[in-house]
C-alpha cells in the first residue's frame, strides 16, 4: 500500500492523522496558524544564525591560512 504522505522521521500517514487531530484539540482551529507562524520564524532564525556562523568559520580559516603562508 502506497502512503500519501512521506515518511518523515518514520511517521507514516496514519500518524500524521492522529497527530494532526491531537494538535487540532489542544490548540483549536484558531491558534494553529499562529503556532506555525512562530515556528517558521524560529526555524528562519536559526538558518540565519547557522549562517552568520559559517560565515565567522571561514573567516577564521582564512586568517589562519593568511598566517601560515611564508613570507615573500
Known sequence: MITIV???FGING???VIIVLVLLLLFGGKKIPELM???????KEL?????EAEGELQ?????????????K
Open 47 to 51: 538558518k540565519k544564525g547557522m549562517k
Open 37 to 43: 507562524r512562530g515556528v517558521g520564524k524560529g526555524v
Open 59 to 71: 573567516e577564521i580559516k582564512k586568517e589562519i591560512d593568511s598566517d601560515d603562508e611564508p613570507a
Open 6 to 8: 512521506p515518511l518523515i
Open 14 to 16: 496514519w500518524e500524521w
